[in-house]
């Protein structure tokens, strides 16, 4: 069983930058891809970007490549989403998650394990 714990969300302005943090419980995790999510209000959960095993890969919706960046720290079974130059339509709940592959995927369906989420409100 693999659980798994966002923080770092919160208001900002448009423009402006947050971190956020997946801790996981589990060895589980640092042997599998991560990726984060979001879901906006009467929206369905998007892929954002995903990180394989090594950190070799990653992959990034193209709504926020260039101004968001994962990493991961396998020793802390942690990953963490940098995000810059914010915009308002990037307010929505954002969501860890882990994959069943090694490799980076895009698909919800790939990932078996899943965190309650962290809200992040950009405001104009």
């Known amino acids: 069983q693999v659980q798994l714990v966002e923080s770092g969300g919160g208001l900002v302005q448009a423009g402006g930058s947050l971190r956020l943090s997946c801790a996981a419980s589990?060895?589980?995790?640092?042997?599998?891809?991560m990726g984060w999510f979001r879901q906006a209000p009467g929206k369905e959960r998007e892929f954002v970007a995903g990180i394989s095993v090594t950190s070799t890969s990653t992959y990034y919706a193209d709504s926020v490549k260039g101004r968001f960046t994962i990493s991961r720290d396998n020793s802390k079974n942690t990953v963490y989403l940098e995000m810059n130059s914010l915009k308002p339509e990037d307010t929505a709940m954002y969501y860890c998650?882990?994959?069943?592959?090694?490799?980076?995927?895009?698909?919800?369906?790939?990932?078996?394990?899943w965190g309650q989420g962290t809200q992040v409100t950009v405001s104009s």
């Open positions: 589990g060895r589980t995790s640092s042997s599998k891809a």
């Open positions: 998650a882990v994959s069943r592959t090694t490799g980076v995927v895009t698909a919800r369906k790939r990932y078996d394990y």
